[in-house]
């Protein structure tokens, strides 16, 4: 790589790494503050109330209310750790496709189209735990710290009327409790065995954590598709805390689907390893941007385009009106037009408008991107190549229908089957890898196909409509 070019790219790895660091730190003053407010509200409370006349009872209607506030305290930590989450791989996402561009401006658009659903897929697997081993996303693990502060409030009460103590010296307690980086007495964990001595210990824990890993993930969802990266080094941060396992690990290099996910509190960085030099890269880019083919790039660049949304040509397919039909008489006219083209051997879309306006976009051997037609209330058909297998809806699929789910009709056909999906209700919260492991559930039927498989659970949950339908029934 150019030296100009390396000089790039480690400025915007570092630049990278310090918004990290910022969005870091924001994220530990908003927690806090929550805490911090809390406790204020606690101790003005008590400031209003005679030592002589507070009482057990007022406590414990105090408690009540302080279960009350800790929902509105997880609602806030939602807020504060998704938009870390969201804040993160959107640096990393932009980066990447800052780098990129300036390696092929003309594809410029191509790239920010690329990268532009990761952040927020980020956002969908970290919250709700595809990521994880356990399946448990970081929503689940907040409302768990939730419960566990109310736990403490009420055991906190309770253990202090055992060891009678005022009620305003149980206020103070509770006061003291909420209040982030108090110093408690020493008797405390004898008096409060098992609550917590630090209150936002875990949620900054987990709000430091979450950065870490939408970094990382970010990163890995940007370039693993890019055949220009071989690889991964991991470079340790190399600060006076840093764990033997990082200690470890600085320097080496990872297979891209073997890199390690770092730990909780890392801050290590991942970059990439690329062989090629810029000009030959800046030769392959330009040839396939011309239309000479390459399956790594379609795979790489192409493989999300039906699932864009950008409302731009990425320059790959050719969007053609090919005529005007009466709207009612659509479904007819759909099996029609997937007849002429489930056979053929590259990716091919048709779109009736809600006004019979029929377009055909020409894609690709894996990939076409439809682009400048409203959908809302339209047919949506494309084919799914043999060189694909027998396949029902992807990934990718799935992505463009949660996009546009006002549809009147999604469909995709191929050599042996017609799939029809139409969406029952909004699709914002499901993670595909989650549906997708879920439905290995049928693997011991006749006939199991994963992606077909996914859009059945989908089915069961209630969120759309779907067939799957030989083309001999």
Same mark, same amino acid.
Request: hydrophobic share 30%; with cysteine; charged share 30%.
């Given at each position: 790589?150019p ?15 310090n918004?990290?660091i910022?969005?870091?730190? *924001? ?13 204020k509200?606690?101790g ?38 998704s ?56 929503s ?15 055991f906190i ?50 709000? *430091? ?63 990439a390893?690329?062989?090629k030099?810029? +000009? ?46 009466d709207?009612?008489k ?6 029609y ?15 009736? +408008? ?7 976009f020409d ?10 037609? +409203?959908?809302s ?23 463009f229908?949660r ?14 089957? $017609? ?5 029952? *209700?909004p ?13 290995f ?14 859009? *059945?659970?989908?089915? $069961? ?13």
């Amino acid at each position: 790589m150019p030296y100009g070019h390396i000089r790039q790219y480690r400025d915007l790895v570092k630049e990278v790494q310090n918004k990290r660091i910022k969005i870091t730190r *924001r994220q530990q003053e908003q927690i806090a503050k929550l805490y911090r407010d809390l406790a204020k509200e606690i101790g003005r409370d008590i400031s209003g109330k005679d030592q002589k006349t507070l009482s057990y009872r007022w406590l414990k209607d105090y408690a009540k209310s302080l279960k009350v506030q800790s929902r509105q305290i997880y609602n806030d930590l939602q807020g504060i750790v998704s938009l870390g989450i969201l804040d993160t791989a959107k640096a990393v996402s932009e980066a990447e496709s800052a780098f990129w561009a300036s390696v092929a401006p003309n594809l410029s658009e191509t790239f920010r189209d690329t990268f532009s659903t990761i952040p927020q897929s980020c956002v969908d697997e970290l919250m709700t735990g595809g990521i994880y081993k356990d399946f448990v996303g970081l929503s689940e693990r907040l409302w768990n710290y939730k419960k566990k502060f109310d736990q403490d409030i009420g055991f906190i009460i309770n253990r202090g009327m055992i060891e009678q103590k005022s009620a305003y010296d149980l206020a103070k307690d509770l006061e003291l409790y909420v209040k982030p980086g108090a110093k408690k007495p020493w008797e405390w964990r004898k008096v409060y065995p098992g609550c917590n001595l630090v209150v936002d210990y875990n949620a900054q824990r987990l709000a *430091r954590t979450s950065v870490t890993h939408a970094y990382q993930m970010s990163f890995q969802r940007s370039t693993r598709d890019n055949p220009f990266i071989e690889s991964y080094k991991w470079n340790s941060s190399n600060s006076t805390r840093m764990c033997d396992l990082c200690r470890s690990r600085d320097g080496k290099i990872f297979p891209k689907n073997k890199v390690p996910l770092d730990h909780p509190n890392g801050m290590c960085v991942i970059t990439a390893v690329i062989p090629k030099t810029m +000009d030959e890269i800046a030769e392959e880019l330009s040839e396939w941007a011309s239309g000479k083919s390459n399956k790594a790039l379609d795979r790489w660049l192409g493989r999300k385009r039906l699932g864009t949304s950008s409302g731009a040509s990425s320059g790959r397919s050719r969007k053609s009106r090919i005529g005007e039909i009466d709207y009612a008489k659509t479904p007819a006219a759909i099996k029609y037009f997937e007849d002429q083209i489930r056979r053929q051997d590259t990716e091919k879309a048709i779109v009736v +408008d809600k006004d019979g306006i029929v377009y055909q976009f020409d894609g690709g051997e894996s990939s076409v991107d439809i682009y400048d037609v +409203d959908l809302s209330d339209a047919y949506v058909t494309h084919n799914h190549p043999s060189s694909q297998g027998i396949v029902s809806f992807g990934e990718d699929d799935f992505y463009f229908m949660r996009e546009h789910s006002d549809m009147k009709e999604f469909r995709c056909c191929n050599e042996e089957y $017609e799939y029809v999906v139409k969406v029952l *209700r909004p699709l914002d919260e499901v993670v595909y890898n989650n549906i997708y492991l879920e439905g290995f559930k049928y693997q011991g039927e006749e006939d199991f196909e994963a992606q077909d498989a996914a859009f *059945r659970v989908l089915q $069961e949950k209630g969120y759309i409509e779907y067939e799957k339908r030989r083309l001999s029934d």
